[in-house]
T-cell receptor
Framework: AQSVTQLDSQVPVFEEAPVELRCNYSSSVSVYLFWYVQYPNQGLQLLLKYLSGSTLVESINGFEAEFNKSQTSFHLRKPSVHISDTAEYFCAVSDGGSNYKLTFGKGTLLTVNP | DADVTQTPRNRITKTGKRIMLECSQTKGHDRMYWYRQDPGLGLRLIYYSFDVKDINKGEISDGYSVSRQAQAKFSLSLESAIPNQTALYFC?????????????FGPGTRLTVL
């Protein structure tokens, strides 16, 4: 069975600082990887995804994540965060098999302070 | 805009009451999912459906039931609500042709069982 580990439950940072949210997964097959973001009092929105090809994927608001197969990781990074990036971030994995399910990590709460 | 909607958005009920949460989508997706979110636990799958005649239990289905009334509608019922079912509930959809299971989420229903 797949599992996703988000190593930090909370990450506080100051505005304009860099941030890395860590995600590791366990799967013996090829995977598809996702980062979702949940802003306060809202649902989950897809931030970015790795399906195939380039291992570095980017979002429209400056986040990027790198798929590392050897380390089974998909860490999320941003070089300079804004107050508006305060949210909970969820890493998710799918093996694309017939179960058609996503397995989610427990989430990382990113709090950006002025 | 094609969307996933959930009603009600907030609900307070008492122990032992029957309650139904509804999900509708205009995305034309075949697959629909119900999750619950609890602080520190991430998202856990309750039930999922691949079409009107195909309903499957997720990892935490005890105490819940579902009905897929049409391709666009998927309802979650708590037959006899209990306080530990207090949580944030999300509906999600995914297109049949998606082999990587990207999911699209509704805004959530916050349920409190007293």
């Amino acid at each position: 069975a797949q599992s996703v580990t988000q190593l930090d439950s909370q990450v506080p940072v100051f505005e304009e600082a860099p941030v890395e949210l860590r995600c590791n997964y366990s799967s013996s097959v090829s995977v598809y990887l996702f980062w979702y973001v949940q802003y306060p009092n809202q649902g989950l929105q897809l931030l970015l995804k790795y399906l195939s090809g380039s291992t570095l994927v980017e979002s429209i608001n400056g986040f990027e994540a790198e798929f590392n197969k050897s380390q089974t990781s998909f860490h999320l990074r941003k070089p300079s965060v804004h107050i508006s990036d305060t949210a909970e971030y969820f890493c998710a994995v799918s093996d694309g098999g017939s179960n058609y399910k996503l397995t989610f990590g427990k989430g990382t709460l990113l709090t950006v302070n002025p | 805009d094609a969307d996933v909607t959930q009603t009600p958005r907030n609900r307070i009920t008492k122990t032992g009451k029957r309650i139904m949460l509804e999900c509708s989508q205009t995305k034309g997706h075949d697959r629909m999912y119900w999750y619950r979110q609890d602080p520190g636990l991430g998202l856990r799958l309750i039930y999922y459906s691949f079409d009107v005649k195909d309903i499957n239990k997720g990892e935490i289905s005890d105490g819940y039931s579902v009905s897929r009334q049409a391709q666009a509608k998927f309802s979650l019922s708590l037959e006899s609500a209990i306080p530990n079912q207090t949580a944030l509930y999300f509906c999600a959809t995914s297109p049949r042709e998606s082999s990587y299971n990207e999911q699209f989420f509704g805004p959530g229903t916050r349920l409190t069982v007293l």
